[in-house]
């Protein structure tokens, strides 16, 4: 089997779709598009994600994580290994909120250098896969991501503000 061949694993519960982040967050070599409700539950602040994503961002100054979510209360509040990435790189790192009209979209995914991917069914259904390898649909489902930010806005600012 080349190392380029698509494969497609089957998430069958949390700490499936867990470990497949991982996976996708460590593939990543210059760029990570993350959707989901708020992030809550899927180790963004677990000390070793923390070290791959910090590691993407100091790899180049074209690396890029942007994360768009519908609610940014876990991410600014609960989150604060997410919170000092985003301070430490606020120039390749952005967390976008989505509008109103976009919170029906359900299906959580993320996308690592438009040729790896994470995807889930739904918010509530901790089912998925994680794809290696498969630019096709990575890349269908980046044009997908890039539409929703396009309607989206900064949710959590980079700078530290304080009288």
């Known amino acids: 089997m080349s190392d380029n061949t698509p494969q497609h694993i089957r998430l069958d519960g949390i700490a499936d779709y867990t470990a497949a982040l991982d996976t996708l ?11 989901d409700n708020d992030l809550d539950g899927s180790g963004f602040n677990a000390e070793n994600r923390y070290e791959i994503l910090r ?8 690396s890029r994580l942007l994360v768009l979510v519908h609610d940014t209360r876990y991410l600014s509040t609960l989150c604060p ?33 438009e ?20 630019p096709e649909n990575a890349r269908a ?11 989206s806005h900064p949710g959590i600012s980079s ?5």
């Open 81 to 113: 290994r997410m919170m000092l990435l985003l301070h430490q790189f606020g120039s390749s790192m952005f967390i976008y909120q989505t509008p109103k009209n976009l919170r029906q979209i359900t299906e959580p995914f993320a996308v690592a250098d």
């Open 141 to 151: 489902l980046k044009s997908r991501f890039m539409e929703m930010w396009a309607s």
């Open 25 to 35: 967050c460590d593939l990543a070599q210059h760029s990570l598009y993350l959707f």
């Open 55 to 62: 590691k993407l961002l100091l790899a180049s100054p074209m």
């Open 115 to 134: 040729s790896h991917y994470v995807r889930r069914f739904h918010f509530d259904d901790p089912r998925g896969i994680l794809a290696q390898h498969d």
């Open 159 to 163: 700078t530290r503000l304080g009288l």
